[in-house]
């Protein structure tokens, strides 16, 4: 319980409360000015999506390419909308998974809290350039991202990635490029391309263990998505109806993975996610190479 945890990850979690109440408050409100009362159905299809994809992210696979690559599939989003729709769709499950694994895993305090500052401030700097990006601009950015996180997942696979350390605390330079590291990828969020993956490279670069990921993953992206999501909202970037189905049925699906689910092959899993997220990647690429 929160009495077991030290003061500053009690802080850490009242923040992280007050990160979710201004989420709610931006979104309701949004979702109460749409004049078309049809707007505010959620789709039922992103519901269905959501869950397959957060039950996966709360894993360790992470959520934006997988849903990229399923709405992509089942033509159900403009692309121009992609970002905006992934960043405030997945915030709620996401805040979820922060609280269930910053108490799971005891990551130094001190390394935590300024990795997701770090975080925080890339995609707060970022989001505006990209709510603002043509849909060109978005394919070609998300087509290249695509393929990083293709190249990720390989590098897991066949070990040509680090393995990671032991430590559970950054500290002198290891710490400062820890920082400067998490402060692009958040940046890179706003984008569409997911945290995770990339996060687990760099935390294991640094000398970190590979489960130290998790909580610095998923607080990172806790606390910087409802700032991305809030710029998106402002400018009206997003699928409401989309990004509604995301949340509800992402939520249930963080319970399932974290507390029901003992062992999956997730390796079988991964192939597959490579083989999807690649050729939505070269789709995305084509697209935007033709204008369309």
């Known amino acids: 319980m ?48 959501g869950f397959v994809t957060a039950f996966l992210d709360t894993l360790g696979i992470g959520s934006f390419a997988t849903t990229t690559t399923l709405f992509r599939w089942f033509k159900l989003i403009d692309d121009a909308l992609l970002p905006g729709t992934l960043n405030v769709g997945i915030t709620l499950p996401t805040i979820v998974q ?30 505006p350039v990209v709510s603002r990006l043509d849909k060109r601009k978005i394919q070609l950015g998300m087509g290249i991202a695509l393929l990083v996180a293709a190249t990720i997942f390989l590098g897991g696979l066949l070990k040509f990635l680090p393995a990671g350390g032991e430590a559970l605390a950054l500290r002198g330079t290891t710490l400062y490029l820890g920082l400067a590291g998490n402060f692009l990828l958040g940046a890179l969020m706003t984008l569409g391309i997911g945290l995770y993956g990339p996060c687990m490279v760099l935390v294991s670069l640094l000398g970190l263990t590979p489960a130290a990921a998790f909580p610095i993953m998923m607080g990172s992206c806790a606390f910087l998505m409802p700032v991305a999501s809030s710029q998106f909202i402002k400018t009206q970037k997003y699928d409401m109806k989309l990004a509604l189905g995301l949340a509800i049925g992402s939520v249930p699906a963080v319970f399932v993975a974290a507390f029901l689910v003992v062992s999956l092959p997730l390796d079988y899993v991964k192939w597959l996610v490579i083989i999807v997220v690649t050729y939505t990647a070269i789709t995305l690429l084509r697209s935007a190479a033709r204008g369309t």
Do not use: C, H
């Not at 109440?21 to 789709?43: H, I, S, T, W």
């Open 2 to 49: 929160l009495s077991s945890l030290p003061a500053a990850t009690k802080w850490l979690f009242v923040a992280l409360a007050a990160f979710t109440l201004f989420y709610l408050v931006q979104f309701g409100r949004a979702v109460v000015a749409r004049a078309n009362p049809a707007e505010r159905v959620p789709k039922p299809q992103a519901g269905a999506v």
């Open 98 to 127: 922060a609280y269930i694994y910053t108490r799971l895993i005891p990551v130094d305090a001190m390394t935590l809290i300024l990795m997701i500052a770090a975080s925080v401030v890339g995609a707060w700097l970022g989001a």
